[in-house]
C-alpha cells in the first residue's frame, strides 16, 4: 500500500469497542437531531478513532457535525455540501497524520456510504446489507491504506448494524 507516512499508527490504535459504542452515542443524537449531544460524541470518537491533538480533534468533530447538519434533511440534504465538508475533515486528518490521502476521495467514499445507509432505510429492499458492507469497505480501506479483504469483517459487523 505504501502512502501512510509519519502518524498513520495513531489511527491503528484505537478501541473497536469503545469507538463502536462512541459511534452509538453519536448516531443516537444524530437521529433525535441533538446537535450538541451529537458533537460531544463527535469530539469522543474522532479523538479514539484518528489519534489526533486536542485542537484538531475539535475542529474536525465540528467538521463532522456541520457535514452531518448538511446531510440531515430528507430528501432535501446537502450532498455537495456534506462532501466539501467531509473532504476539510480528512485533509485535517492526513496533515495530523502525515498521510498521503486522497482527501477528495474519501470524502466521496464517506457520503456515499451515507447514500447507501439511507437507502437501506428509505427504499424497499430484499434486506441485504451487501451495498453497505461494499461502501463501508471501499471507505476503510482507502481512509485506512489498507487490503480490503483485512477491512471486509469491520465494514460487514458495521453494515450489520445499520
Known sequence: MGRTTKGADAMRSFAPHRLGRLECD???AY??????RFLQSCVRMVREGFGMGWPQTLQAAYLVLRANQMWASYPDHDAAGAQATMRRFYDLVATEHGLLLDVDRAAELEVEWWRVHRGLQREPSDGSTQPLTEALTALYAHVYDAAPDDVLPAAALR????
Open 31 to 36: 437521529y433525535r437531531r441533538e446537535w450538541g
Open 26 to 28: 453519536a448516531w443516537v
Open 159 to 162: 453494515a450489520a448494524i445499520h
